[in-house]
């Protein structure tokens, strides 16, 4: 009876752990959950801190897998209070700052210091654009895209030309007070992205209409 008994937890023990791999619709689980089917989950308890974890779908094998933050998600706009601030950010650009913040859903651009900070390695959407409230003279007006990264800032997309003044047919034409630009980057969490003007005359962008947006497409 004794070995019996043995015996039985053996068979027991074993069994567990064989079936310690759970299928739904699977004959051999690969996985300690593994489904076949749709999943619906009833409730699911709210969380009392902001989120910081997301989940995603593996492609290789469909596994469930989470990343460390939100995707980047921000918006700023000019205005009353935009400016060239002192920094220059390469030669012959200055760093501009963005005094409203529409949105900012991880709260990755640094309001402080004026800059965003990628929160995951990813590829990023950033666009910039401006525009005068006045048509003034000035030369080699441009906006530009920095990336910041092991100490090295880099200018990643810009639109910057002369500012032009030419006659047809006896009607003068310049060239508009609005430069934008936009581009895709792959960045690493930790590097930063800045917003940059160059002009001959940095007063006439003092208040200028303005907006920014930077979002995580990868």
């Known amino acids: 009876m004794r070995n019996f008994r043995l015996l039985f937890t053996v068979l ?42 997301t989940l995603t779908l593996n492609a290789t094998d469909n596994r469930i897998e989470y990343t460390d933050a939100a995707k980047s998600f921000v918006k700023g706009v000019g205005g009353t209070g935009f400016t060239v601030l002192g920094a220059t950010l390469i030669s012959g650009w200055n760093q501009i700052s963005f005094p409203t913040i529409s949105f900012d859903e991880n709260s990755d651009y640094n309001t ?36 910041f990264s092991g100490g090295t800032t880099t200018l990643i997309a810009d639109e910057s030309y002369e500012s032009l003044s030419v006659t047809i047919l006896g009607i ?6 609005v430069r934008s630009t936009q581009t895709l980057v792959k960045l690493v969490a930790g590097e930063r ?25 990868k």
């Open 172 to 177: 003068g034409v310049t060239s508009p007070p």
């Open 193 to 217: 992205i800045y917003f940059g003007i160059k002009s001959n005359n940095l007063l006439v962008f003092n208040n200028a209409e303005a907006q920014f947006s930077i979002f995580q497409v």
């Open 112 to 147: 402080t210091s004026k800059y965003f900070v990628a929160p995951l390695d990813g590829i990023y959407n950033i666009s910039v654009y401006v525009k005068m409230t006045s048509i003034v003279s000035v030369s080699d007006l441009g906006v530009g895209i920095f990336k």
């Open 12 to 53: 027991l023990l074993n069994l567990f752990s064989v079936h310690s791999q759970v299928g739904i619709n699977l004959t051999y689980p690969q996985a300690t959950l593994h489904v076949d089917g749709d999943v619906i989950v009833e409730t699911v308890p709210k969380l009392t801190t902001p989120l910081t974890k």
